[in-house]
């Protein structure tokens, strides 16, 4: 059997979100840590490759035995999925897409004059207690960026359960973060509208269809 399957819906941010860009240059007085943005667009963006690993790594914690320091050797159930680069070779089930923030042109009729915002934070010394003062960017609170991720399908079976670890990915996601700082307040997110369709391949029945939507939600 040969499938894809689409999970969409919506990453809202519910504090804001920093997922560091470019530090190549910084004029002075400038933000010392800008965010990610979708070069044709200046969009704020969420890469597929950070939700993807911040995934895998909350889903290692909860299905590994014990601490795993390569994800080669996670539990079979999430190499299943996320693929296996050594020993028994596994291709990825999953591929994400990068996220691109939706819904500017909203937050803007609310009032708000910017993508983003600039936190100033400091770092005390210790010993010496002198400061160092640091602009960090972030992504403000309440914007969205549409979801992406095929999944390709080898069995109704395997699907199944597949689709009920990625769905604890998801809910462990909302009682964490994504990005950098996440002690601090940064970057906790929800998954609002999550839907799965047939793409091509061989044709799925549309309970099977209903079966995941309801597993995801």
């Known amino acids: 059997m040969y499938t894809k399957l689409q999970i969409s819906g919506k990453i809202e941010l519910i504090t804001g979100l920093h997922i560091g860009g470019s530090e190549a240059f910084s004029a002075i007085g400038a933000v010392d840590s800008p965010v990610v943005r979708d070069t044709t667009s200046g969009l704020p963006m969420i890469p597929g490759s950070s939700l993807r690993g911040k995934m895998r790594a909350l889903l290692a914690k909860m299905y590994n035995q014990e601490i795993k320091d390569d994800p080669n050797y996670d539990a079979d159930c999430l190499t299943d ?84 670890i990625i769905a604890n990915g998801f809910r462990l996601l909302e009682y964490d973060y994504i990005g950098g700082s996440g002690s601090r307040g940064y970057g906790k997110v929800k998954f609002k509208d999550l839907h799965i369709d047939y793409i091509i391949g061989d044709e799925v029945d549309e309970s099977n269809l209903d079966m995941w939507r309801k597993i995801l939600k």
């Open 81 to 164: 999925i996320f693929g296996r680069s050594k020993g028994v070779r596994k291709p990825s089930k999953l591929l994400f897409s990068d996220m691109i923030m939706t819904n500017w042109e909203e937050l803007r009729s609310r009032g708000l004059d910017s993508k983003t915002e600039v936190k100033f934070e400091n770092s005390i010394n210790r010993a010496s207690a002198v400061a160092n003062p640091r602009q960090i960017e972030r992504v403000v609170r309440g914007a969205e960026f549409d979801l992406d991720i095929i999944y390709e399908m080898s069995s109704i079976e395997s699907c199944t359960k597949d689709m009920e």
